[in-house]
């Protein structure tokens, strides 16, 4: 059940804050299922916290990402080797240079 008492942590700037003294009267004095409703439909009331990013901060990450070692994000399945990549890489330039008239030397 949702209780009116709740309604004093609506609009708050910039968030929802609840001190610890508050919070310790609201512990001795609700009920716990009381409480937590009461909260989520007061958080609710609140816009999304997302945070703003630049480009810079993006190529920032993206960099950071990069950086993650390979065996953090494997996933099981089909395993492709580097050799076999870099080998059809190679038959794709080799196909590329011979349409457009360059003899490539290995």
Known sequence: MYLDYFDKFKNQEPYLHIDEKEWTHIKDTFDKDDVKESLAKVAMTYPMPT??????????????????????????????????????????????????GKHLTL
């Open 51 to 100: 945070m703003e990013m630049t480009e810079e901060d993006c190529r920032k990450d993206f960099n950071k990402l990069k950086g993650t070692w390979v065996y953090d994000i494997l996933k099981e399945g089909e395993c492709i080797s580097n050799k076999r990549i870099v080998g059809q890489l190679n038959q794709v330039l080799i196909q590329v240079l011979k349409e457009h």
